[in-house]
């Protein structure tokens, strides 16, 4: 399927460069009687970040053609429209596809990707012979009785792996046993509509307050892993169902958010939920070579009734924000704002977070921001200036005293 057999070790940017896909059959999942429910048709990349005795490796490799369907895929229940494609590869490795659908759409909720690090061709030297998992939300959707098309590219962020999906042709809930004729292209297939001589506004919406300042921490086996305090707010840009441009501004209400996480030795989440919002989810790493602790991660699942689509999903994972040293806390007073992509800002407001080497509820010692250093800096500079003035003044009036008692002469 997804590339020639042999390619599994080629860079990542050729496999990107190059996502073709191979004659092999297409993936199937068929029920009790043998009538196909799934089918799907698609290449994969996949780039994964693991520990080895030498430090940190980057394994990159595509979905070979010896992939297959397991038999733990399935078309669903009567009384359940939720069902799954489930593939496996390699030396223990999975890609599943979880999907749903309502009266008029269908589409893929989840990617997950399971990998096992005991794999000496894919993670040469790896330090763990765990088995790691991984899930993303998906923009993969369609109508029903339609295939989903999409010949670009798209990616998938999970925490330590990116997923590179390419030239996918897919579809759940068959009617007849095979593709449709009728197919749903998606947003990245479709030409880019002229420009507007004057673009619409975007649709005024209130500016909320300051968000409230709220305590969270996530513990494991081992005790804390992640402790913050911080106030936080959500800023979206997204299509109305009027078509037009809306932004929208949401404080996280501390009495009304619920949160959780994960702990493990490499990364600390921090997972937030409320009503509306599905998930909030804040990815803290360990990098072991540089002893540096940051954001790396950030995902948000969020409803919008007056969307055009009211489920508005968003992932980044290679940022490199909050940054501190292992052990110690990172602390920034002032407003941050850290844009996660292109439609998704997060407003960070009295940042005290400190991840991975807490000693139970406390602070370690505390990293400023340089938002923080700038802003000590004005009153310095601004005091300075007014004392070098009084200075000036002061020399100068001096002077000018001497100089009008050396105009007279002693009777």
């Known amino acids: 399927m997804a590339a020639p057999g042999g390619a599994w070790r080629r860079p990542l940017l ?13 993936f199937t999942v068929k029920d009790g009687n043998g009538t196909a429910c799934i089918m799907a048709d698609f290449s994969a990349a996949f780039e994964i970040s693991y520990d080895s005795r030498s430090g940190t490796k980057n394994a990159t490799f595509s979905l070979p053609a010896s992939a297959r369907v397991l038999n733990s895929s399935s078309c669903g229940t009567a009384n359940a429209s939720d069902s799954s494609l489930v593939i496996a590869f390699g030396g223990g490795h999975t890609l599943s596809f979880s999907f749903t659908r309502n009266a008029t759409r269908y589409g893929v909720r989840l990617v997950t990707l399971v990998y096992n690090l005991s794999d000496t061709e894919l993670f040469p030297g790896a330090s763990s012979k765990e088995v790691k998992s991984g899930a993303s939300a998906t923009d993969i959707r369609a109508d029903l009785d339609t295939k989903y098309r999409c010949v670009s590219s798209s990616q998938l962020h999970l925490p330590n792996a990116t997923i590179t999906l390419g030239n996918a042709t897919i579809q759940a809930y068959l009617a007849n046993s095979s593709f449709s004729q009728q197919e749903t292209r998606c947003e990245r297939d479709k030409p880019s509509p002229p420009t507007p001589t004057a673009a619409p506004a975007p649709t005024p919406t209130p500016t909320p307050g300051s968000p409230a300042v709220s305590r969270y921490n996530v513990s494991g086996s081992n005790g804390t892993c992640l402790l913050a305090r911080m106030a936080l707010q959500l800023n979206v840009t997204y299509r109305t169902k009027g078509n037009t441009t809306a932004t ?18 490499r990364l600390a989440t921090l997972e937030l939920h409320a009503e509306g919002l599905g998930l909030l989810a804040l990815h803290f790493v360990l990098n072991t070579t540089s002893s540096r602790v940051f954001l790396q991660g950030v995902q948000l699942t969020i409803t919008l009734p007056d969307a055009r689509d009211p489920t508005f999903k968003a992932a980044n994972n290679s940022l490199r924000a909050l940054q501190a040293a292992a052990g110690n806390s990172y602390r920034c007073n002032s407003e941050q704002r850290l844009q996660v992509t292109e439609a998704f800002a997060l407003n960070m407001f009295q940042v005290w977070v400190q991840a991975f080497r807490v000693d139970g509820d406390k602070f370690g010692p505390v990293e400023e921001c340089q938002l923080d250093e700038n802003s000590m800096l004005i009153p310095i500079a601004v005091g300075g200036a007014l004392a070098g003035l009084v200075l000036i003044v002061l020399i100068a009036y001096l002077v000018g005293r001497k100089r009008s008692h050396a105009g007279y002469q002693t009777i």
Not at 14 to 26: E, I, K, N, R, T
Request: charged share 10%.
């Open 14 to 26: 050729l496999l990107l460069a190059g996502l073709v896909h191979s004659a092999s059959a297409v």
């Open 248 to 265: 929208s501004g949401l404080n996280i209400d501390p009495n009304k958010t619920a949160f959780g996480g994960r702990c493990s030795a």
